[in-house]
């Protein structure tokens, strides 16, 4: 099947969010949905979520699903939001767990945060696969930017997160705790095992130098071709020495601190204290 894709991009973050629609029927998918934060004032808003709620409704669609590639540290899941407006199940990769586990010590979470994936609907694993409407998806488990890293494919369109970028920006990080850039070289190369002509799908895109305009769409072909970190057949042992090297010179993300907070409890904030306050933590020295 040839799924319809529509794209949604988020400047402030560099996030593209998709809707993917089943070619005939009313089914969709929602993936990687961006919440908006103000991070100097505390404050989110809606409007990205509502902006994909609008067309998902002016298209008559159905929401099946609300899907994460992985746990986002670059910007705050909308799913709670989307889900209670169109329903919908929410989905991540059952590696979660190891994410929430991490993470849960760094952000001193106590007991009271469960770390065991339930805050999600569904948790897939390699090899899954799914339903919307009438078309089926298919799941690979691509950890290397974290342990919890997932490929969706659905149809002749492969869903990929933050394994792989644009061609001329090449691919992403591996040195957020569980990161690892061999375990990212080898993922990396089961979504280039796809057919040539399979449409890849990217979570981000920053226009790489000498290019003018956002993009997200490309081909396995056109990744094995021309990636810039590993197309033209690079090795591991390359691939590893240029990604650990390139990490070790890039800050952190300016939202990481909320967005893992909120993400790896699906979306959802803090449990607010007793006067209903809610409150994101600051750990010094930690990340």
């Not at 586990?101 to 339930?118: A, H, I, L, P, W």
């Not at 659905?154 to 705790?177: E, H, K, N, Q, S």
């Not at 993009?215 to 057949?233: F, M, P, R, Y």
Request: charged share 25%; net charge negative.
């Amino acid at each position: 099947m040839t799924p319809a894709v529509k794209a949604f991009f988020d400047e402030a973050t560099n996030t593209v969010s998709y809707v993917v629609r089943e070619p005939e029927g009313s089914a969709c998918a929602i993936i990687d949905s961006v919440l908006d934060y103000d991070q100097a004032a505390g404050r989110t808003c809606t409007a990205s979520a509502d902006a994909v709620i609008t067309w998902i409704k002016s298209e008559n669609l159905r929401a099946e699903w609300i899907l994460e590639s992985h746990v986002h540290a670059d910007h705050l899941s909308a799913a709670p939001y989307l889900q209670e407006q169109l329903g919908g199940k929410i989905g991540i990769g059952e590696q979660i767990t190891v994410v929430q586990d991490t993470f849960g010590k760094v952000f001193n979470e106590g007991t009271t945060f469960q770390r065991d994936g339930s805050q999600f609907d569904q948790l897939f694993r390699e090899g899954d696969s799914f339903m919307i409407g009438q078309m089926r998806g298919e799941v690979l488990h691509t950890p290397g930017h974290t342990p919890a890293c997932l490929t969706y494919v659905i149809g002749d369109a492969a869903f990929v997160g933050d394994t792989l970028f644009m061609p001329d920006f090449g691919t992403a990080r591996c040195d957020f705790p569980g990161g690892s850039s061999s375990d990212l070289y080898n993922s990396i190369q089961k979504i280039l095992a796809l057919p040539d002509e399979t449409r890849v799908f990217v979570g981000h895109d920053y226009k790489a130098p000498g290019r003018d305009d956002y993009a997200w769409e490309t081909t396995v072909g056109e990744q094995k071709a021309l990636n810039v970190h590993v197309g033209s057949g690079r090795s591991i042992e390359e691939f590893v020495e240029m990604r650990d090297a390139r990490d070790a010179t890039l800050g952190m993300p300016r939202l990481i601190l909320p967005s893992l907070q909120v993400n790896m409890r699906a979306g959802q904030m803090p449990e607010p204290d007793d006067q209903g306050d809610v409150f994101l933590k600051i750990p010094v020295n930690k990340i």
